[in-house]
């Protein structure tokens, strides 16, 4: 059984974890095939202690660092709550399909329950269906109001 820990972003273990896993997740294709920056390798944790509403979650097995949750605190108006979105989801390939994401959503669930949220968000790429298949294992939906409105869609803008 993996250890799930809640990240303290002030010990070194769990930092260099961070990092690392999240450098993992960003040179995988689902991460976009690119390693962190080395602005983001040296600033992310900082900037990540300096937001009361980041929270981040670990798993080892044993020592070895294999899973990883960021999630980011925002607020639903029509609930007048907060709801906490899943950022980023790492497990390393060596130790996909043993459960550690399910374990890992199950503190964050935790966490978003300690902090009144109403919901959980996500977003995840058309062809993960391995991802898929597990957030809707965990009772995760397309988002929609009005069904004649139809579902969702996440889109982005980059600013620089």
């Known amino acids: 059984m993996p250890e799930i820990v ?8 769990h930092t260099t974890a961070l990092i690392n896993l999240l450098d993992a997740y960003a040179r995988d294709p689902a991460g976009g095939g690119e390693p962190l920056s080395d602005f983001a390798r040296t600033n992310l944790v900082g900037a990540l202690a300096a937001r009361p509403f980041v929270f981040s979650v670990l798993a080892f097995d044993g020592d070895t660092p294999v899973g990883l949750v960021n999630a980011i605190e925002g607020f639903s108006t029509f609930a007048c709550q907060p709801l906490v979105n899943v950022h980023d989801v ?32 996500l977003e995840v790429l058309d062809g993960n269906a391995a991802a898929r298949a597990l957030y809707q294992r965990l009772g995760f939906t397309a988002y929609q109001l009005d069904p004649a409105m139809g579902q969702a869609q996440f889109l982005h803008k980059w600013l620089a």
């Not at 790492?90 to 109403?118: D, K, T």
């Open 6 to 13: 809640r990240v303290r972003y002030d010990n070194a273990r």
């Open 90 to 121: 790492v497990v390393l390939p060596s130790h996909r399909g043993r459960g550690i994401a399910a374990q890992m959503f199950a503190e964050v669930e935790v966490i978003a329950r300690e902090r009144n949220a109403c919901k959980l968000t």
